[in-house]
């Protein structure tokens, strides 16, 4: 009886080992196919998420009709096609690939938020950043700044010329070297896109304008008097400017019967010299449209140093003497455009990245306009400017106005 017990209990375990065995067979194709329905979750041809969920924030405020064309009649496009998708991520970064910024001027948010954008998906994207540099608007500093990037021997040269003249001199040897070359904003003179460099990134220069100059005029007095100072030199983005300007003061102005006073002005930093002179001949004036914030604040000091606070002032862009203005209900800035930043420097870098893969990258990529009031500041600022943090003192006092 105990060898049949003992042989029962061996034929039971040999059984369980069997039983067990078998399982183990079936649960490997599972898991295997498991395994492989992960893999094919991934799909690497789809739109990286980084840049869906970029230009998601644009959507809402992108206007179809692009009512301007590049120095050679290039068709502006907004950027939600410009993309990468999960595979050409990954093979950038595989790639180790080195860039330099040249940059015309690194002052203020504005200014520091688009190249942030631009250096953050640089970083996204594995491309290590070599140099960057700031010319303070002097082209024979830029010059030098591009001679220094170039002995680093970088992939990809991001540039943001000084002006269109100089640049094409200053940017040769990126060309003669067959570096991948992106611009912002500007091209240099006699360049081609596709050629000489990939594409241009920008904003809606003529959105921009066109915003600000609407409610100065709705906000203007039947027949009352403004004046317009408009850029007297060659530079792209602020002559469309200038166009958007006229068209909405002929086209809208014109109903309200506003009579228009118009200075050109190559010194942003001088005009104010410019503007008070213009208000002692015209007293009548109400309220001034300036290009941006710079000069726009220039003008807010001289004003009110002549007295003449009354006077309504209309501008683009966002930096902090400009926002607390607006947000003081006795401030002489009224109103406030402003782009996408941030997102004009990921489609310069998202520019390159088409040019180091060889894909045709479109001409010109233009980002939607805002409107800047006290009620969307802290919304605005933190999809234009989203690399800078909020200046402590404007939400000090967004926090008084209940904001």
């Known amino acids: ?46 739109i990286d998420p980084f840049w869906a969920e970029m230009h998601a924030y644009e959507t ?82 830029q010059a030098n700044d591009v001679e220094t990037a170039m002995a680093l ?9 000084v002006d269109p003249v100089t640049g094409a001199k200053v940017f040769q040897p990126v060309v003669d070297a067959g570096k991948t070359l992106v611009f912002v904003s500007t091209r240099p003179d006699g360049y081609t896109p596709g050629k000489e460099y990939v594409g241009i990134s920008t904003n809606n220069p003529y959105d921009n304008a066109w915003v600000y100059v609407m409610d100065m005029i709705d906000q203007a007095s039947d027949g009352g008097s403004v004046g317009i100072v408009t850029w007297a030199g060659e530079y792209f983005v602020l002559n469309v400017m200038d166009d958007a300007t006229r068209d909405a003061l002929e086209e809208h102005g014109s ?36 290009l941006w914030f710079d000069p726009a604040m220039v003008a807010v000091q001289d004003l009110r140093g002549m007295g003449r606070d009354d006077i309504k002032i209309y501008t683009f862009g966002m930096n902090t003497p400009a926002l607390l203005d607006l947000l003081n209900p006795d401030g002489m800035v009224k109103t406030l455009s402003i782009d996408f930043t941030w997102n004009v420097g990921m489609n310069t870098a998202t520019i390159a990245a088409y040019g180091v893969l060889g894909k045709e990258a479109p001409e010109l990529v233009v980002v ?16 234009a400017y989203r690399n800078i943090p909020m200046p402590k003192e404007i939400d000090d006092v967004l926090k008084k106005l209940g904001k």
């Not at 942003?268 to 300036?290: F, N, S």
């Not at 939607?368 to 999809?383: F, K, Q």
């Open 1 to 46: 009886m105990k060898k049949v017990g003992i042989l029962c209990l061996f034929l039971i375990f040999a059984a369980l080992v069997l039983t067990m065995g078998c399982n183990r067979k079936k649960q490997e194709p599972v898991e295997e196919e498991a395994a492989a329905e992960v893999e094919e979750a991934v799909d690497m041809d789809e």
């Open 60 to 141: 809402p405020y992108i206007n179809p009709a692009v009512k301007f064309t590049g120095v050679k009649g290039e068709q502006p496009v907004y950027d939600g096609d410009l993309v990468l998708t999960r595979g050409e991520v990954e093979k950038i970064r595989a790639m180790n690939l080195t860039a330099v910024y040249i940059d015309n001027n690194l002052a203020g948010e504005y200014t520091l938020a688009l190249h942030g954008g631009c250096i953050d998906v640089f970083e996204y994207l594995n491309i290590k950043v070599l140099a960057e540099t700031q010319a303070d608007f002097d082209a024979a500093k």
């Open 153 to 161: 021997d970088p992939d990809i040269v991001i540039g943001y010329v």
């Open 255 to 290: 109903k309200k019967n506003l009579k228009v006073y118009e200075e050109g002005n190559v010194a942003p930093m001088e005009v104010g010299g410019l503007v008070t002179a213009m208000v002692q001949k015209h007293p009548e004036i109400e309220a001034i449209a300036l």
């Open 368 to 383: 939607p306009t805002l409107s800047v009031t006290a009620d969307n500041v802290r919304e605005i600022w933190e999809v």
